[in-house]
């Protein structure tokens, strides 16, 4: 079987954003794939995080990896700091990169404007996800359009890695998907809904209730002019809802479209509403199950447990490689 890898970081609450792009791609490929799936909270930690706060978005987006449908007999779920070859390895892949294409990472560039102190731990986010990924010799990995670069850095460090020391590293390919791999914030559609936006209303949270999702989707921007029409460039705010609403309903934009000819925002906005809230309800009664069960530990526990026998494997022998003296 071929293996997929992928993770999400326990920043904040999860968004639609990360269903569309990442996790919904996560339920589809398990069957097919020898998936791992973890929550990546060493990443989580490269800008600061409360520790109780960290501690419950840890377990909230481990019960939404099974709310959603990823199925704990099928795929490892596991939490990043749980399997410590991912620091091991991160290490690695750090001293393998410049600091040149570091510094052109548009995440970091992104992250660290306008900030008087940038933590280093953002500028060595890539080479930490180039380790996540290697360590399992995963052939795909399923992300959103923002992570594409950080992917790119990944193939380069297993190259550079493979080029310098021998045959060692799978070079992974990403899986993006085509419709809504760049969900956008609702209140700007320049730019990327982000679960750690300090603006509520610019995301939906996977976990809002039916009302909030419903005032978000009302008092979401739209352009000045009519019509349904997806058109990204001229009209980006209602493109932005028409793929979000595709997405849910499980249909096309062009059968989006199609529906809503001639009618206005209004209608269709309310609309969009019903079609998030009917996604995400089950979803929602799935993981307050989840949750009160206390299931979550074991699953975790087992996850980890799979995903370090593969990343100790790859950890020694890239040690090994580099000529890192073993004790005896
Ligand atoms: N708006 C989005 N549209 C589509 N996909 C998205 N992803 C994130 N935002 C969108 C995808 O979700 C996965 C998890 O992302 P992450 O937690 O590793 O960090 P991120 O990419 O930086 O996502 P966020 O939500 O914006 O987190 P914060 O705010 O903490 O930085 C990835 O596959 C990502 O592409």
Redesign the pocket.
């Known amino acids: 079987k071929l293996r997929v890898l992928?993770?999400?970081?326990s920043?904040?609450r999860l968004?639609i954003?990360?269903y569309?792009?990442?996790m919904k791609n996560f339920v589809e490929l398990q069957d097919e794939y020898d998936s791992y799936y973890m929550i990546?909270d060493l990443?989580a930690v490269t800008v600061p995080q409360d520790p109780a706060d960290l501690r419950e978005q840890t377990e909230m987006v481990a019960a939404l990896y099974a709310a959603v449908g990823i199925d704990p007999a099928k795929a490892a779920i596991f939490v990043q700091s749980h399997v410590h070859q991912h620091a091991e390895l991160g290490w690695l892949m750090t001293t393998l990169s410049y600091m040149g294409e570091l510094e052109r990472m548009t995440?970091f560039k992104d992250k660290s404007a306008g900030k008087d102190a940038v933590g280093a731990g953002l500028f060595v986010y890539p080479p930490l996800m180039a380790a996540d990924i290697l360590l399992y010799q995963a052939h795909l990995v399923p992300?959103?359009?923002?992570?594409k670069q950080h992917l790119e850095l990944t193939r380069d460090l297993a190259g550079r890695f493979n080029h310098r020391y021998g045959e060692t590293f799978r070079v992974p390919e990403p899986f993006i998907p085509k419709s809504?791999?760049?969900?956008m914030s609702l209140d700007d559609a320049s730019n990327?809904?982000?679960?750690?936006s300090p603006l509520a209303g610019s995301y939906i949270a996977m976990l809002d209730e039916p009302d909030v999702i419903r005032k978000k989707i009302a008092r979401a921007k739209t352009d000045t002019g009519m019509g349904i029409v997806f058109d990204p460039q001229n009209k980006p705010e209602i493109s932005n809802l028409m793929t979000i609403y595709a997405s849910c309903a499980g249909i096309t934009l062009d059968e989006v479209q199609a529906r809503y000819e001639g009618q206005g925002y209004g209608a269709f906005k309310k609309d969009l509403a019903e079609q998030v809230v009917a996604m995400l309800e089950p979803m929602q009664k799935k993981y307050a199950e989840i949750r009160s069960s206390g299931a979550i530990h074991d699953i975790l526990r087992d996850g980890a447990e799979k995903a370090a026998s593969i990343a100790e494997k790859t950890i020694r022998q890239v040690k090994e490689t580099m000529g890192f003296l073993s004790p005896r």
Request: hydrophobic content about 30%; cysteine-free.
């Open positions: 992928s993770g999400i970081q920043s904040g968004t954003g990360n569309i792009g990442a990546a990443h995440q992300v959103g359009d923002d992570q809504g791999a760049r969900i990327k809904m982000s679960k750690s």
